[in-house]
């Protein structure tokens, strides 16, 4: 694809050989003459004289000297041209003869089965969606249009999953929360009969799971990304457009709002709520009921505003110094005292 014609897809002007054929994508520093590079920040800037690439997607400001594109969103411009570039390839509609499918099971004529993959009763599949190998799709579940089940998703029985949704392998929805109740005898399973519900335009990482509520639902709203590995537990709320980084679990009846971003190894207790574009910085922990307000930025365990946080690294980072300084105002005082 030629440059102006990938400043065409962007809406964008562009200057140098707009008649350049790009063939990839390319990190800055090892970009190739027929590859496309962005300009993300001051310190890839400051690089761009040693790179190769023929091309590079830059903001408006950046000097001009050679074939460029001028977004206002570098970074956002790439990820289309990828799109461009590397095209995913297109579904071919039909079940593959290793698939068990159940008599009642309603699948659009244009969805795909692969190999080894179950299908449960009353299932409904719908248009242009695509089950990978060895997925197992439970009794009563809904998958809507134009959703990516890649290798070995299981989903539990009676999930309904909005469309366009995107499920890496091995992440598994509806399997029963962990509830149980303690007894003289031990503890004994409280039944976990809720279901789970997905909007449209989520993707799910590998090996994530999301247990079925207790009693309700566990809801997961439009637009969420959830990273590999992350647990999102029973009865959870989860709001639209919600990121989460991986190995972050969430404990039962935690309201997660609109926008909010959650790091890394972040742990939530129970019922605690995370307002409307709240921040959770990695590592972070999230008390049992605690809540973090509208746009909070909290980082630490137990979690606190962000400025807290930092200022007590600050004041523990001079500890040492401070216990020198203790120690040899100690020995002074003890070198005058009279013997």
């Known amino acids: 694809m030629r440059v102006n014609e990938i400043a065409e897809h962007l809406n964008a002007g562009f200057e140098g050989a707009g008649d350049l054929e790009i063939t990839g994508v390319a990190p800055l520093e090892s970009a190739e003459p027929h590859e496309i590079a962005f300009i993300g920040s001051k310190k890839a800037a400051a690089q761009a004289g040693q790179t190769r690439a023929g091309c590079l997607l830059v903001t408006r400001e950046f000097p001009a000297g050679r074939t460029l594109i001028r977004v206002d969103d570098p970074r956002g411009a790439l990820a289309t041209v990828i799109g461009l570039l590397y095209p995913q390839p297109a579904i071919t509609p039909g079940t593959h003869p290793t698939a068990v499918i159940a008599p009642d099971a309603q699948i659009a004529p244009s969805a795909a089965i692969g190999p080894h993959a179950v299908i449960g009763p009353g299932v409904r599949i719908g248009e242009r969606t695509s089950i990978g190998p060895s997925c197992s799709i439970g009794t009563g579940t809904r998958l809507g249009s134009d959703c ?25 929805l509806g399997a029963d929360g962990f509830g ?15 279901r789970v519900e997905i909007g449209d335009d989520v993707e799910i990482g590998a090996n994530t799971c999301v247990d079925r509520a207790a009693l309700g639902v566990t809801r997961i709203g439009d637009g969420v990304k959830l990273d590999n590995l992350v647990h999102i537990g029973h009865n959870c709320s989860i709001g639209n457009h ?7 679990g969430l404990s039962g009846g935690v309201v997660v709002e609109d926008y909010a971003v959650i790091g890394g190894q972040v742990g939530i207790g129970d019922k605690a709520r995370i307002e409307t574009g709240a921040v959770l910085g990695s590592g972070c922990g999230i008390l049992t009921s605690k809540i973090v307000r509208k746009g909070q930025v909290v980082w630490g365990t137990p979690a606190r505003p962000l400025r807290d946080y930092l200022e007590q690294l600050a004041s523990l980072s001079r500890l040492p110094k401070l216990r020198k300084e203790i120690a040899d105002l100690e020995k002074r005082l003890r070198d005058r005292e009279p013997n």
Do not use: E, M, N, W
């Not at 919600?242 to 972050?248: E, K, N, P, R």
């Open 148 to 172: 990516v089940l890649h290798a070995r998703v299981t989903i539990y029985d009676q999930v309904s999953i909005g469309d366009r949704a995107v499920l890496h392998s091995g992440c598994v």
């Open 180 to 194: 149980f109740v303690r007894g003289s005898d031990g503890y004994r399973k409280f039944p976990q009969i809720g």
């Open 242 to 248: 919600v990121v989460i980084a991986a190995q972050t």
